[in-house]
């Protein structure tokens, strides 16, 4: 019989920075929720940006700002979260409730070691465990979620944005806790990863009577792999029941919005069925691009006759670009995606091969000489607050590249910059002077497009620039791009993981495995007569609504 692990009951929450000038009557960013997560079972919390998730599953740790106001209850298994002491405390978290983060970078540290990270964490709750003891556990844990044992000593910038979600995971299961509080963890991992990582989070649910609850935006993979859905907004929970009922039977508006959205990616067959033919060169061409990266040994290994290795980030690859297509590159985790694209910006450098922009190599081209091009290739990057500087407002970041190029005077830039800020839909008078922080990821994401496409580029790179929003808010920015590509004649390279995504906005997809491009056609024929195992594996894997 299921027992009750965690009891919320009309829990409310409010930060004292949004506090109104009467203190008496706060704005709450969570209230007066009220839920159950009982043993084996793996529940989902979802909803738009700031609708108060996030803050619910950290308020359940007590990692909430001393200067926020708590009221209400949450317990586990019958006892008072709020009543422990601070070692109680410190044994509570990691070994009864863990936490996965979205932003793995911000759970690692760079100086340490992926080994390091999980041996400190086992030392810090399991003193007794041998030195050998704690890295047995440790390759066992991050053997679950697929990190080869030979990483075991490497560093997280060593590794890719999904590979190091999977460590993260591997750190919240390394001490068998007893709920898991997953905050977006498969925001930045391929469907094939995802699934797996989920499948093996549910299992163990069942088989260890944990409990699992799941903070995510994607409806399909909720949909998929949990028992109960609970509806957030506005800091309410305004629907809670069975995947079934929620999915089939809506009952609240923000609800029936939310799936509206969703069916609309998952459903939207892309128009474009035949092939783009160009009897012009292509806009970008890559030939034979390699870039690979060096595992170097350390003293004791090369007296052992251990060679380095090499990581075939990209590995011979070739790939053309037309004008005013999109281009989709879809493939799992540390397959090259990401590394694909930085090569073909040149921030970093090829080891082999050729990057021909209108026949231009631009492997051959000095630094200043790609600043000029730069311009005309632009990149929009997955997580919109780390690439805005906390510094600078909305205005002065979208103005930047304008004179980093030195285009126009200020008087011009400023009404470019107000023009571009209302074609993405955002009033510049509200906006203009904003910080990032004051903004939701949706706006940050616009900011960004913003930022982009203030220099007037023909190429934009795209690297997962929506798989941190919620579903409505993902619709609204790829309707935008699309509006965009229209408007301003663009060419668009988009990195993706999610493949309804791929599938609502591409004219073709190039399928990318271990570095190099296995399938590559139009849309609906990738998704339809699918040729390639490993692209008919990726389809398998990906939950549909």
Request: charged share 25%; aromatic share 6%; net charge neutral.
């Amino acid at each position: 019989m299921s027992q009750c692990l965690l009891d919320i009951n009309n829990l409310r929450i409010a930060y004292s920075t949004i506090h109104r000038a009467d203190d008496s009557n706060p704005s709450w960013a969570v209230d007066g929720v009220s839920f159950q997560l009982n043993t084996g079972e793996i529940m989902a919390l979802v909803g738009e940006s700031g609708c108060g998730k996030s803050t619910l599953g950290r308020a359940m740790m007590r990692l909430l700002p001393n200067q926020a106001t708590v009221e209400g209850e949450a317990r586990f298994q019958g006892k008072s979260i709020y009543d422990y002491s601070a070692s109680a405390l410190r044994r509570f978290r990691g070994e009864v409730v863990a936490l996965v983060f979205q932003d793995p970078m911000t759970r690692l540290d760079p100086l340490m070691t992926i080994g390091d990270h999980c041996i400190e964490t086992l030392k810090a709750h399991q003193p007794h465990l041998s030195s050998s003891q704690a890295k047995e556990k440790a390759l066992t844990a991050l053997a679950t979620v697929k990190i080869s044992p030979d990483r075991f000593n490497q560093y997280p910038h060593e590794f890719s944005g999904g590979m190091r979600q999977r460590v993260a995971i591997a750190l919240a299961l390394l001490l068998e806790p007893k709920v898991i509080i997953a905050d977006e963890p498969t925001t930045s991992l391929d469907v094939t990863i995802a699934g797996e990582i989920l499948r093996e989070l549910t299992a163990l649910c069942r088989e260890r009577d944990m409990g699992l609850l799941l903070i995510s935006h994607d409806l399909a993979m909720v949909a998929k792999y949990c028992d109960r859905i609970g509806v957030m907004y506005g800091g309410k929970m305004v629907e809670m029941g069975t995947v079934k009922d929620v999915i089939y039977s809506p009952k609240h508006e923000y609800t029936k919005s939310l799936l509206k959205a969703a069916f609309h990616l998952h459903h939207t067959e892309n128009q474009n069925q035949e092939e783009k033919k160009e009897e012009n060169k292509p806009l970008l061409e890559l030939k034979n691009l390699q870039k690979y990266y060096t595992i170097s040994v350390n003293f004791i290994e090369q007296l052992l006759g251990k060679k380095s290795q090499f990581i075939k980030a990209v590995d011979d690859l070739n790939l053309n670009i037309w004008q005013g297509e999109i281009l989709g590159l879809v493939g799992e985790s540390g397959c090259g995606k990401s590394t694909l694209s930085r090569t073909i910006l040149q921030l970093i450098r090829a080891t082999n091969g050729q990057v021909l922009w209108q026949g231009k190599d631009l492997t051959t081209l000095s630094r200043s000489q790609l600043r000029g091009l730069r311009r005309e290739i632009q990149m929009i990057f997955q997580d919109p607050h780390a690439c805005l500087n906390p510094m600078m407002t909305i205005g002065e970041s979208i103005i930047e590249p304008l004179i980093i190029h030195q285009l126009g005077n200020k008087l011009e830039n400023r009404q470019r910059v107000e023009t571009m800020l209302q074609r993405v839909g955002l009033d510049p008078k509200e906006y203009y002077n904003r910080y990032p922080k004051e903004l939701s990821g949706g706006q940050q994401q616009r900011v960004a497009i913003a930022r982009a496409l203030i220099t007037q580029p023909k190429l934009v790179i795209c690297d997962e620039p929506v798989s941190m929003l919620d579903a409505t808010v993902q619709a609204q920015v790829l309707e935008l791009m699309l509006e965009l590509k229209q408007e301003f004649k663009l060419t668009y390279l988009f990195i993706t993981h999610d493949l309804s995504v791929a599938r609502f906005l591409c004219d073709r997809i190039a399928v990318m495995n271990g570095g190099k491009i296995v399938e590559l056609d139009v849309t609906e024929k990738i998704f339809n007569n699918p040729q390639h195992p490993y692209t008919k594996t990726l389809l398998a894997a990906a939950p549909t609504l």
